[in-house]
């Protein structure tokens, strides 16, 4: 046996020194970026997910796959020592330095978090029980896969397809499957209880693994291995490929999803009338009633006036956490329906804007989230305060004032126009939603009057209520924003970027006294460095850092590809002075900052010095 051992790290130390030296440089880095993850233990979650696997398939290859194919198992056989014998010490061997790797992974990371992180002898077991289970069913199965020989390349592949199909076409999350599971970032966040169903599940699959090893190892005397272990002809690759073919094939036929049941809440008072509304109880059931009916009849209106066929589910829920202007859609993972969320009992509640806020988030449901994309975002925004505006001249006035204040804000950077037409998240992200929205209405009220009802009703419906289907080559095929347009006998990009440009000079010039007196102060964000490489972010309104009129501070850490940035996802301060952002960050830390202050004549939150940036 110490033959064999000596044999087996004479023939793969280079590698194994290789795949240890890789694995400290990534444990280096994750330790380095750990900073602004929320805690350094999560730097050894980062490690146990990438090279867990990794190392898994090397040390399988190097030992399972390479004996085979170089027939050097015949010398093995060649021992006073019996085939189980040999299998053992290879899967042991290999088992071993991968935990052993591991933790020393851990104790490294200890090592870094003492004094950041509360390490106590029954957190460190958790931690270490969970990536334990997940490292021996990621080795039990990559030694298994190795001894398939030719059709490992099968199987891989195979298994990432079934995966994929699990995850999207069957709705089954593989997130939560137990061997994910555990080694998913909560996994260092967990400090009390061990989940003891996710480790025994993982830990039967990998057992199952190993004796699957050693029946398909020991079968035949070795020969069915061996067998396996010659390299394909081409009557098996063409198999394979027309079986990897057929099973792309039938999952692409079988894409379109089991439909999730509806959102249903239990408690709530529902609309009297068609498309269902049921809004959340709160404050008097004659309001809730009231708001639930109007939001039916706009859906109503608004179905007619698209021509749309499918009404899912809406559903309003208070949330007294909100401001009056200020709404949210939740995340449904396992049904169906919009759900928002809404400050009814405020009394500054912008009943208007929340219709309209319904509207959009129904528009975006019924196309599949293509509504939002953002060459057109801008005429979903505008067509919902338009629709719900029309009728109502108070309500115009208003979003007049708005948009045209908006105009000037974005006027006084270069190609403010061009900018609405053709980047317009980067638009609402700097104005904020308030006057984001108005400007939007303002461009659709000037759209459907310059092309008239018919037209620009043929346009609201091929943009905005088309029901996509879930094909994913449904998409490569579907015209863009610009065809759409010529279809419906609207005006080209570059040509409403000119109208839209006379427009807000025109309504600049036309509300100039009351754009006049609206006064705002100006924002500013400072980083200042703290001790090491975390910095702090320091903010102030106005020319001193004595009290204001209340305001509210925004923001967001970024990550690299970081798009449209949620309402949800931002954390919130309320000031009434200078200060400072309850939180530190790490050199190279990317930021979204602003600053929020509800003005009076606008009616509305209006957002300053909004911007991304990078801690330097």
């Known amino acids: 046996m110490r033959a064999l051992l000596y044999k087996e790290w004479r023939e793969h130390r280079w590698v194994l020194l290789a795949i240890l030296l890789l694995l400290a440089l990534t444990q280096a880095v994750a330790l380095h970026g750990a900073e602004t993850m929320g805690s350094p233990m999560v730097a050894y979650q980062k490690v146990v997910v990438l090279m867990a696997p990794l190392m898994s398939l090397v040390l399988g290859y190097r030992l399972v796959v390479r004996e085979y194919m170089g027939r050097t198992q015949l010398f093995l056989e060649t021992l006073p020592v019996s085939r189980t014998q040999v299998l053992t010490v290879k899967w042991l061997l290999g088992m071993t330095v991968l935990l052993l790797a591991m933790a020393a992974c851990l104790g490294a ?136 073919l057929a099973v792309i094939m039938a999952i ?54 698209l021509a749309l066929r499918d009404a899912p589910a809406l559903t309003a829920l208070p949330d007294d956490a909100l401001d009056g202007d200020a709404f949210q859609r939740a995340a449904l993972p396992n049904t169906d329906g919009v759900v928002l969320r809404a ?50 001249p108070r309500r115009q006035e208003k979003l007049a004032l708005r948009a045209a204040f908006g105009a000037r804000l974005l006027q006084a950077r270069p190609d403010g126009a061009r900018r609405v037409v053709h980047e317009w998240l980067s638009v609402r992200e700097q104005l904020g939603p308030c006057l984001a929205d108005a400007l939007a209405w303002r461009m659709v009220a000037s759209l459907a009057q310059d092309m008239g009802a018919p037209r620009f009703q043929a346009l609201a419906r091929s943009v ?19 065809a759409l347009l010529a279809q419906s006998g609207a005006p080209d990009q570059a040509t409403l970027v000119r109208r839209f440009d006379t427009l807000f000079a025109a ?15 100006q924002a500013r964000f400072s980083a200042q460095r703290m001790a ?10 106005g020319p001193t850092d004595g009290e204001v009129a209340p305001f509210s501070v925004l923001y967001v850490a970024l990550g690299p590809w970081d798009g449209e940035i949620r309402s949800e996802s931002l954390a919130r301060v309320d ?15 990317r930021l979204f900052t602003a600053v929020e202050r509800r ?13 991304r940036w990078e801690l330097q």
């Not at 999803?257 to 109880?281: C, I, M, Q």
């Not at 905005?464 to 610009?482: I, K, T, V, Y």
Request: charged content about 20%; proline content about 5%.
């Open 252 to 305: 692409s036929v079988i894409e379109e999803r089991k439909p999730k049941p509806p959102f249903e809440l239990a408690h709530a008072v529902r609309s009297t009338g068609s498309p269902p509304v049921a809004v959340g109880f709160a404050g008097a059931a004659g309001e809730a009633r009231t708001l639930a009916n109007g939001l039916s009849a706009d859906l109503a209106r608004m179905q007619a006036f």
């Open 532 to 541: 090491g490489k975390t910095y702090e972010v320091h903010y102030r309104l």
């Open 575 to 589: 000031a009434t002075r200078a200060g400072v952002l309850p939180a530190s960050f790490a050199r190279g830390t």
């Open 343 to 392: 400050a009814f009992t405020n009394s500054a509640f912008d009943a208007e804007g929340f219709r309209a806020y319904a509207l959009a988030s129904w528009m975006g449901w019924h196309s599949r989230g293509r509504a939002a994309n953002e060459d057109r975002r801008w005429l979903l925004d505008g067509a919902a305060q338009w629709l719900v505006a029309r009728d109502l």
């Open 464 to 482: 905005l209520g088309e029901r996509p289907s879930r094909e994913a080559g449904d998409s490569l095929f579907a015209p863009d924003f610009p």
């Open 109 to 244: 990371t200890l090592l870094a978090a003492r004094g950041q992180v509360s390490l106590t002898p029954h957190y460190v077991a958790l931690v270490a029980i969970r990536s334990a289970s997940f490292v021996f069913l990621c080795y039990s199965l990559a030694f298994m896969v190795g001894l398939t020989g030719r059709y490992r390349f099968v199987f891989w592949p195979l298994l990432l397809i079934c995966l994929i199909a699990a995850d999207t076409t069957g709705q089954l999350p593989v997130a939560k499957w137990a061997p994910f599971y555990l080694v998913q970032e909560s996994m260092v966040f967990e400090r009390l209880v061990l989940p003891l169903q996710a480790v025994l599940t993982t830990c039967a699959i990998g057992a199952a693994l190993v004796a699957a090893t050693f029946a398909l190892a020991l079968s035949a005397e070795g020969s069915l291995v061996v067998a396996l272990s010659r390299r394909m002809r081409p009557r098996e690759l063409s198999a394979v490929t027309i079986g990897f």
């Open 507 to 521: 309504e600049e010039t036309r509300l100039a006294p009351a754009l006049d007196a609206i006064a705002l102060p």
């Open 599 to 611: 003005d009076a004549l606008l009616g509305c939150s209006v957002r300053l010095a909004a911007r």
